[in-house]
Each structure stands twice: as structure tokens, then as C-alpha cells.
């Protein structure tokens, strides 16, 4: 059997990431991370709550990591920000594609993504929050359309997801093609929103 005193929150929430890294977050269960853990699934329960509490923790840790990704991002120019922001998140996606399937499961509580009865995950509303924020700074300097801020940021993302579910779908793209492809759908949305905003200063 484990030893029950080096047995903590954090250990056990490892082991039920390495498992969802390894076999996908359906076939996570207590008594298998026990069972890797080398105790018994009701020792588990002395730092979890049930399953859900186990996966909601695993997915903190990577909403946290991508904020981490966000936060090494280095851009002065507003737009230049955005774009280091979706490839953070694409290369966030192709880093651990079955953690990438928790982002389903957890709504940040902003803007569209706000569902009505749905509880919200304020490490998924952080992650928003950086990009919209980025969104607000190229608004207000004149260089995308005026608008709600988490509107823009909200397009973008819904562009860059897709991106990064076409990519795990597993086309033989090499490193230069996978780049051109994320680069033209952010430059594609971009241009589009700075496009609508010299039509309404036009107007």
C-alpha cells in the first residue's frame, strides 16, 4: 500500500491529471487514481470532495497554466498583443490535447459565454479577462471597430478554438504549415474588425 503521509491534495490531483493526460477525463476515476496511488479510494476523500471537485482541480491547474502562457507574452503594440495571446492559447491546446477537453466543461462568467443556470469557473473567466482587456487596449487605440471588448475577444477566441481543433484532428501539417494556417485565421479576423473600424470612421 502508499504511504498514507506523503498522501496530499496536490499528489493526488497529479495523479488524476496524468491520468486524464493518458486516458482522456471519461475514464478518470477514484478508485483507478487510488488504485496508482497504491491506497484505497475512501483514503481520497480526506482531500477531495467527490470526482467533479477532483477534475475541477485538475482544470485549475491548467486554466492557471495558460495564464501563465498569457502572462510571458511580450507585446508594446495592442494588436501584436492579441496575436501572442491566440497563439499562447493555440499552443496551450496542442500542449495537452486531452486536458484541452476540460475548457468544455468550465464557462468563464463573461459576456456570451455567461449561461443562464450554468455555474461559472473564475479560472476560465481570468483567461477571458487577459484577452479582453488586450481587446480594450486595441479599441481604444482606434485600431479595431468600437464595440463591447468581450465581443471582439469572444470572435477571436471562437476563430483560434477552431484552429486548434482542426489541428488535433491530426492533418499532417509540418511546424511551418501549422504556423501560416494560425497566423492567417488571426490576421483574417483581425483584418476584418480594423476593416469594420475604418468604415465607421469613414462614416
Known amino acids: 500500500m502508499g504511504d498514507m503521509a506523503t498522501l496530499t491534495r496536490a499528489s493526488v490531483v497529479a495523479e488524476a491529471r496524468a491520468a486524464i493526460e493518458r486516458d482522456g477525463v471519461e475514464k478518470l476515476s477514484l ?8 491506497v484505497t479510494a475512501p483514503a481520497l476523500y480526506a482531500y ?32 501584436e498583443e492579441i496575436r501572442a495571446l ?28 455567461n449561461v443562464e443556470g450554468v455555474a ?9 479577462e487577459v484577452a479582453t482587456q488586450a481587446t480594450a487596449r486595441a479599441i481604444e487605440a482606434g485600431l479595431l471597430a468600437p464595440c463591447e471588448p468581450v465581443d471582439a475577444a469572444m470572435t477571436m477566441w471562437a476563430a483560434v478554438h ?15 504549415d ?18 469594420a473600424a475604418s468604415d465607421r470612421n469613414a462614416q
Open 31 to 38: 478508485r483507478g487514481v487510488a488504485r496508482s496511488l497504491g
Open 48 to 79: 477531495v470532495t467527490d470526482k467533479d471537485d477532483l477534475i475541477a482541480a485538475v482544470a485549475t491547474g491548467y486554466f492557471d497554466e495558460l495564464a501563465t502562457r498569457f502572462d510571458a507574452t511580450e507585446a508594446t503594440d495592442p494588436l
Open 86 to 113: 491566440s497563439r499562447a492559447y493555440v499552443d496551450h491546446a496542442l500542449a495537452s490535447p486531452r486536458l484541452f477537453r476540460l475548457l468544455f466543461r468550465y464557462p468563464p462568467g463573461t459576456g456570451a459565454m
Open 120 to 128: 461559472t469557473f473564475a479560472p476560465a473567466t481570468r483567461t477571458v
Open 162 to 176: 477552431g484552429v486548434a481543433e482542426v489541428l488535433l484532428m491530426g492533418f499532417a501539417f509540418d511546424e511551418a
Open 178 to 195: 501549422r504556423d501560416r494556417f494560425v497566423e492567417s485565421v488571426i490576421s483574417t479576423v483581425l483584418a476584418g474588425q480594423a476593416a
